[in-house]
């Protein structure tokens, strides 16, 4: 049983549009959210996190929308930049973090200039 | 200067045989951890150490063995490696359970291929 699940797998938005990944999850313990980007060839980075006591996060152009209710989340990426472009995982702890994290299986973005 | 080095970058072994993927991490942290990424299968968790201590292990076999000499590194020995270990090997690490911040940091990752 999946339990992050992320959506879309691939994405393609133009220049400067807003990317939109979604993500859900099954456990109700899980109550730290972080977001990973990870080019080819490289780990994956933390982008930006957020707690469950929170509904959302903004850090630039990257907002994250959260729905404890619907275990529900969602990360925007304004004006998206060709640099942009990677793999981003939605992921999920118990316990702020201080323990393993399961992953989503990544949301593939494309950013056409 | 990288804070998370894994080495080497890139392994091929051969079926049967046994390798060490070392991690080391200059962030001052006291939690470690292994995660896994195949193309079957999304980054997956598979130890965490705290204080030099195996904190949780969710590796089904037993031929994947960490082993912590300094509270700093994290190595990952793998015994009578097989094809299905084909994988991206990742190293992260925090502050501890109850520490100033829960984020993990990751390493570049080791290749392995296993013919």
């Known amino acids: 049983q999946q339990q992050v699940r992320q959506s879309p797998q691939s994405l393609t938005v133009w220049e400067g549009e807003t990317a939109i990944l979604n993500c859900s999850y099954e456990?109700?313990?899980?109550?730290?959210f972080p977001w990973y980007q990870q080019f080819p060839g490289e780990g994956p980075a933390l982008l930006i996190s957020i707690r469950s006591v929170s509904d959302k996060k903004e850090d630039g152009r990257f907002t994250i929308f959260f729905n404890k209710r619907e275990k529900k989340l969602s990360l925007h990426i304004t004006d998206s930049q060709p640099g942009d472009s990677a793999t981003y995982f939605c992921?999920?702890?118990?316990?702020?973090?201080?323990?393993?994290?399961?992953f989503g299986a990544g949301t593939k973005l494309t950013i056409k200039p | 200067d990288p804070k998370i080095i894994q080495k080497p970058k890139y392994l091929v072994a051969v079926t049967g045989s046994e390798k060490i993927l070392i991690c080391e991490q200059y962030?001052?942290?006291?939690?470690m951890y292994w995660y896994r990424q195949s193309a079957k299968k999304p980054l997956e968790f598979m130890f965490s150490?705290?204080?030099?201590?195996?904190?949780d292990n969710q590796t089904a076999s037993s031929r994947f063995q960490p082993q912590s000499s300094k509270k700093n590194h994290l190595d990952l020995q793998i015994t009578a490696l097989k094809p299905d270990d084909s994988a991206t090997y990742f190293c992260a690490s925090s502050h501890p359970r109850g520490g100033r911040g829960a984020e993990q940091f990751f390493g570049p990752g080791t290749r392995l291929t296993v013919l």
């Open positions: 962030l001052g942290h006291n939690a």
């Open positions: 992921a999920a702890s118990a316990n702020y973090g201080n323990e393993k994290i399961t």
């Open positions: 456990d109700s313990t899980f109550n730290y």
């Open positions: 150490y705290s204080y030099q201590k195996l904190m």
